[in-house]
């Protein structure tokens, strides 16, 4: 949807173009994703790392030269951190932010450190994988995932990122919460599910692009009361792309199309699209059931 609407905004008409900053920004997703939870790495590190050297100082405290090794320890942390899938992709994607601004590590770790949570946490030395991870969980939900100065950092590299922030923060929150006791590795997910996956979203791209005009005049006569000119374009593009899955994606549940269009315009249009859209989806498909134009089979008929 925002890349049929910059091509809108841009005058452009270069697909090629179009579809490989699409896939660009897709990609980008993963990397976002890598950058989060390799946070929680740079964190424990950081932590191990000044420990050490407070225990090897001339005049260290008791409690320097023994400290509380709670949180470096933690379950979970030790998890990603001896994670090979994590750091294979870190390596193949040339994932090293933290190192070239630590800054934003020693932010965090402050905070995380200052919080209620963390003392409560450390107010023994014993280490419990349900409460380790119940505490990482918490951890990143509460403070890392809402941090302004790692929003504002994350916004500054990559204005694709914004849109995919919560996307990201919500699967890694899956992730750690799904975690067990038993599990040996952390498994990196996946851009697409498989090549069905990405050959649908170039597909939708490109049919939505090359059929504009019909797809226009599928639900312009729907809107007799609204002027082509006062309908917001990005609702616009959310009809001619609803529409597109709804006559050209025939193993696409009508439902799935529906409802997933909908939320789109909850996120990005104003607040009384969706009822306008749902409107017309739902007159338009009353219209090709009548028409015997929806040509659904396999999935596309649940």
Excluded at 8 to 30: T, V
Excluded at 183 to 204: A, C, G, Q
Aim: aromatic content about 10%.
């Amino acid at each position: 949807m925002q890349s049929v609407y910059a091509m809108h905004q841009n005058n452009s008409d270069n697909l090629e173009k179009e579809e490989k900053f699409l896939f660009y920004s897709i990609e980008n997703i993963q990397d976002l994703y890598l950058i989060m939870l390799s946070s929680l790495v740079e964190i424990q590190k950081r932590e191990e790392d000044f420990l050490d050297k407070s225990s090897k100082k001339h005049l260290a405290t008791p409690d320097e030269r023994n400290p509380n090794k709670k949180f470096i320890n933690n379950h979970v942390l030790q998890l990603l951190l001896e994670s090979n899938s994590l750091s294979m992709a870190l390596e193949n994607r040339k994932i090293n932010d933290w190192h070239l601004n630590d800054d934003y590590i020693r932010i965090l770790l402050e905070e995380i450190k200052n919080s209620d949570l963390y003392k409560e946490y450390m107010s023994n030395r014993v280490n419990n994988f349900e409460e380790d991870k119940r505490f990482v969980v918490t951890v990143f939900t509460e403070l890392i995932a809402p941090n302004e100065k790692l929003y504002e950092y994350l916004e500054d590299n990559k204005l694709t990122w914004i849109d995919d922030i919560p996307l990201v923060n919500t699967h890694i929150a899956k992730q750690l919460k799904a975690l067990k006791s038993t599990d040996e590795d952390f498994s990196i997910p996946r851009v697409y599910k498989d090549s069905e996956d990405k050959e649908f979203t170039k597909n939708l791209f490109r049919k939505t692009v090359l059929n504009e005009p019909e797809l226009s005049k599928e639900f312009i006569d729907k809107t007799p009361n609204w002027d082509s000119d006062r309908i917001a374009e990005v609702d616009t593009i959310i009809l001619k792309m609803a529409i597109c899955e709804l006559l050209k994606f025939p193993s696409i549940p009508v439902k799935v199309t529906i409802n997933e269009y909908l939320e789109i315009a909850k996120e990005y249009s104003t607040p009384k699209s969706s009822i306008f859209i749902n409107g017309i989806l739902d007159n338009l498909v009353k219209d090709y059931q009548t028409a015997n134009k929806l040509n659904k089979t396999g999935r596309g008929l649940m």
